[in-house]
């Protein structure tokens, strides 16, 4: 009984630090995309293909990491399930 408190105590670590850490990066690729906006709207001679390009990029890395945050969120419930 004991083992199982103590696996669901780490587990509830584990994914308590991957969500501080994913928080502090998704504010730090946020941070960035605002800067990058920022300079691209200051650059008159960017053509707008690349600025849809960029904003593209922009979009796959988001719908990338909402991915990953969904895959790790569903993995922990497994891993909580299981113990």
């Known amino acids: ?6 696996a669901k105590q780490m587990i ?3 994914k308590t630090t991957f969500d501080n850490t994913f928080t502090a990066v998704t504010m730090l690729q946020d941070q960035a995309e605002r800067m ?6 200051q650059a008159t001679w960017l053509p707008e293909e690349s600025r849809q390009v960029i ?4 979009g796959a890395y988001k719908k990338g990491r909402t ?3 969904g895959v790790m969120d569903e993995n922990f419930e497994k891993m ?3 113990f």
């Open 67 to 69: 991915d990953f945050k």
């Open 80 to 82: 909580t399930d299981l």
């Open 55 to 58: 904003d593209e990029m922009v």
């Open 36 to 41: 990058v906006n920022t300079v691209i709207d």
């Open 12 to 14: 509830d670590f584990q």
């Open 1 to 6: 009984m004991e083992t199982e408190k103590f």
